[in-house]
């Protein structure tokens, strides 16, 4: 089991995280608060091309998820 | 439509895509050739892939031909309630972000090759890895005798009766996945991808076309939902609705990467950043699958009427596509069957023998005979999977499906949460699984295996999923009993893991040079 373990590179102080970036973390629970209080979207109207607003308003926040774990990637790596 | 005739067309069609998958999974054994007498190679296929094979091989793993079939016979059938579906699919990549990487790096560093591997070793209970290896197990089961029946599904709509062609195709998954391990679903998953964004692109711009228009599709629905028995809605409305949909999304989104199929894909990445990446590049399949749940809304608009809600899409396909693209369509649908099987046998697999044979039976077995162990045990898994398949009613496997999702998120605690804190005690961990198996189990059992469970405490009145009602009582038990079980027990095993495990920028194999923070 230990087999990997004396692959450990020499890099390690440089390498660990920065307590300042791990902050950029915390965007990442906007699509939760978005999604799971289904009130806020759960309507009929507006429409986009004849979509309801429950249905585009979950696919625009599939949308920005995506652009928040991007932001958020670049930010911590 | 009750009836499906004879396709000789689709059913040409699909015999192609369907020998050229094999063909792909048997050559896989000869792809980045290495030792697959080895579990490290066999199992995980290296750790080595990059973001784009781990792209195809987690999107091919967690989006599943019974998806495929299921969340739009959910919509036909449910409306709105179905399409928590996709909320799931959106949240599940925050948690994968954050989770995914640290898992990786430990797992890296120490060798693990499961989740119950990672829990021995962070907590030395063999007890309670044990019930982290039997937990995924018994979850997974189901889950791949279900994609059996989405391959069924699809066999049956081109005409072809009897239970043959999934025994032929599921002796030929076992021969190419026992030769090549995951290198198999791996290859083949980019094949069945393809085919599947191909279908769906197709089917989004051309069905709209025939049936008038998406303000028309969803005005059909809108109108038929209300009529059926119980009566469905467009938009959920009440308040049941409501606390049904958010805890279906929030307790399958912290379920899915607990699955030891979706944890084997992570594993078999390169890298964290590999991981990372695909946090957000897998959100192209939650939009297909977006696209796949409305099309249980074109078939109410077509005026289709399936023999069974899972004939939803096959029959959708049958109405608009030439038979010809019909058997391409049912083929992505059918070898989207096969690459979670795959990858779900070698996930069972790989617990057996690394918690179950390893531990209790043969300690002294080396990395060979693991392997050998291995490829036997995924062989005996599926076959197991096919008598469930053949024998087991469709309403049984599915119910058995939900079972296992309430079943896997009780390893929460031991698994992700133990990635970020070793505060639990093992005792008080494995009390907890056991109470939310059972009162997971109760709660799902009593509502004849739909998956909102109504809790009234006093005037306290919710309906929520059975699964996140049952996480949250582990949760309160592991958390209760934690300070008190520690003081009662005298020597608690060390952990072998140490912080900077971790954390896999350290780790080897980063496939990208700057990686290290500005």
């Known amino acids: ?77 | 439509m009750d009836k499906h005739t004879v396709h000789p067309a689709a059913i040409v069609v699909f015999c192609i895509l369907f020998v050229f998958v094999t063909v792909v999974g048997f050559a896989a054994a000869r792809w980045r050739k290495a030792d697959l007498g080895h579990l490290n190679e066999w199992g995980l296929a290296g750790r080595k892939f990059g973001t784009w094979l781990t792209w195809f091989l987690i999107g091919g793993d967690i989006y599943t031909a019974y998806t495929f079939i299921a969340v739009p016979a959910a919509m036909f059938s449910t409306g709105s309630a179905g399409f928590f579906a996709f909320a799931y699919t959106t949240l599940v990549f925050p948690v994968l972000f954050v989770f995914g990487p640290r898992f990786w790096a430990v797992c890296k560093r120490h060798g693990y090759i499961t989740a119950a591997d990672f829990v021995q070793g962070r907590f030395g209970s063999s007890t309670l890895a044990l019930a982290v290896a039997l937990t995924g197990i018994l979850a997974t089961m189901p889950y791949i005798g279900l994609q059996l029946v989405g391959l069924k599904t699809v066999i049956a709509a081109m005409g072809i009766p009897g239970d043959w062609p999934i025994i032929v195709a599921f002796i030929v998954l076992a021969a190419y996945t026992y030769q090549s391990g995951l290198r198999a679903p791996a290859l083949t998953a980019i094949a069945k991808d393809i085919a599947i964004y191909v279908t769906v692109t197709v089917a989004i711009i051309y069905i709209p076309i025939k049936l008038g228009g998406f303000g028309h599709i969803f005005n059909a629905a809108g109108s038929a939902l209300p009529k059926r028995t119980p009566p469905a809605a467009l938009v959920p409305g009440k308040s049941a609705a409501y606390e049904t949909y958010a805890t279906l999304a929030l307790g399958s989104a912290f379920a899915l990467f607990l699955y030891p199929h979706a944890l084997t894909g992570a594993l078999s990445a390169g890298s964290g950043h590999a991981i990372r990446r695909n946090a957000t590049l897998l959100t192209f399949y939650s939009f297909a699958l977006g696209i796949i749940a409305i099309f249980g809304y074109m078939a109410i608009a077509a005026h289709l009427k399936p023999a069974n809600p899972n004939f939803t899409v096959p029959d959708l396909f049958i109405r608009y596509f030439p038979s010809w693209f019909e058997g391409f369509a049912f083929a992505a649908i059918g070898v989207g069957a096969l690459v979670p099987a795959a990858i779900m046998a070698i996930a069972a697999a790989n617990l057996f023998t690394r918690n179950i044979y390893k531990q209790y039976a043969r300690p002294q077995a080396d990395a060979r005979e693991e392997a050998t162990v291995a490829k036997l045990v995924s062989v005996l898994v599926k076959a197991g999977a096919l008598v469930f398949a053949l024998f087991v009613s469709t309403k049984s496997a599915i119910d058995l499906q939900l079972l296992g999702g309430v079943w896997i998120i009780q390893t929460l605690p031991a698994v992700f949460l133990a990635l970020y804190t070793r505060w639990f005690h093992r005792w008080a961990l494995l009390a907890g699984w056991a109470v939310g198996m059972a009162t997971g189990t109760i709660m799902a059992a009593s509502q004849s295996f739909k998956s909102a469970f109504p809790l009234s405490i006093g005037s306290f009145k919710v309906t929520m999923y059975s699964a996140f009602l049952a996480i949250l009582a582990n949760l309160i038990v592991t958390i209760v009993l934690t300070p008190i079980t520690r003081r009662l027990d005298g020597r608690e095993p060390v952990d072998e893991t140490a912080d900077d495990d971790y954390l896999d920028v350290n780790a080897e194999s980063r496939d990208e040079p700057g990686l290290i923070p500005a």
């Open chain 1, 1 to 77: 089991m230990a087999a990997e373990a004396g692959d450990r590179h020499t890099v390690e102080q440089s390498a660990r995280p920065a307590r300042s970036a791990r902050r950029w973390y915390w965007l990442l629970l906007l699509p939760f608060a978005a999604l799971l209080y289904p009130p806020l979207y759960a309507h009929d109207a507006p429409h986009l091309f004849g979509i309801p607003f429950f249905y585009w308003y979950q696919g625009v926040w599939l949308i920005l998820t995506a652009g928040i774990t991007t932001l958020v990637y670049r930010r911590t790596r």
